[in-house]
């Protein structure tokens, strides 16, 4: 059974700070791995897709890695703001069911 | 989401009262899903429609029952509401191309069951 582990549950960060989100994942047969982000009480917006065979996903200051072998993928933030304070959730592609699992999110607060 | 379209916003139910969660896309892809998001513990799959007439369960399905009608809808329905079923509601869709599959989210239903 597929199981997506989020770290750290919880970050706080100066403004201006880079910074790295993790995501694990225990089995490696994906199909991709997508990121998302939400705010308070609203719903998920997806930042960056990742299919199987690719190794990283850039959109302006958010990239993306993943290392499918290991079952890690990382999302590296830019020059942090407080307008990325949100909470962060991956998720797995299992492809054959097309089912997505996902982590239980990071929740990211950007200090000014 | 643009696409996806989830109704009530909120809604708030008494023990035992049944309702129905509706989900529309105008995206016209084959895959839906229903989820819900509790604190501490992400978003688990109720139960999902990999095509129009089909539905699965996914992990949390006891006390639910779905409905796909048509492409374009999937419907969640509470038969008995209990408060453990008071949660954040997601729909969604898996929208596919040659290239990529993407997950796009509804809204999401608050619902509060007392």
């Known amino acids: 059974k597929q199981e997506v582990t989020q770290i750290p549950a919880a970050l706080s960060v100066p403004e201006g700070e880079n910074l790295v989100l993790n995501c694990s994942f225990t089995?490696?047969?994906?199909?991709?791995l997508q990121w998302f982000r939400q705010d308070p009480g609203k719903g998920l917006t997806s930042l960056l897709l990742?299919?199987?065979?690719?190794r990283e996903q850039t959109s302006g200051r958010l990239n993306a890695s993943l290392d499918k072998s290991s079952g890690r993928s990382t999302l590296y933030i830019a020059a942090s703001q407080p307008g990325d304070s949100a909470t962060y959730l991956c998720?797995?592609?299992?492809?054959?069911?097309?089912?997505?699992?996902f982590g239980t999110g990071t929740l990211l607060a950007v200090q000014p | 989401n643009a696409g996806v379209t989830q109704t009530p916003k909120f809604q708030v139910l008494k023990t035992g009262q049944s309702m129905t969660l509706q989900c529309a896309q105008d995206?016209?892809?084959?895959?839906m899903y229903w989820y819900r998001q509790d604190p501490g513990m992400g978003l688990r799959l109720i139960y999902y429609?990999?095509?129009?007439?089909?539905?699965d369960k996914g992990e949390v399905p006891n006390g639910y029952n779905v409905s796909r009608l048509n492409k374009r809808e999937f419907s969640l329905r509470l038969e008995s509401a209990a408060p453990s079923q008071t949660s954040v509601y997601f729909c969604?869709?898996?929208?596919?191309?040659?290239?990529?599959?993407?997950?796009?989210f509804g809204q999401g239903t608050r619902l509060t069951v007392v």
């Open positions: 998720a797995v592609n299992g492809g054959a069911t097309n089912k997505l699992i």
């Open positions: 089995d490696s047969a994906i199909y991709n």
């Open positions: 990742i299919q199987s065979s690719q």
């Open positions: 995206m016209n892809h084959n895959s």
């Open positions: 429609s990999a095509s129009e007439g089909t539905t």
């Open positions: 969604a869709i898996l929208a596919r191309d040659k290239i990529n599959t993407e997950a796009f």
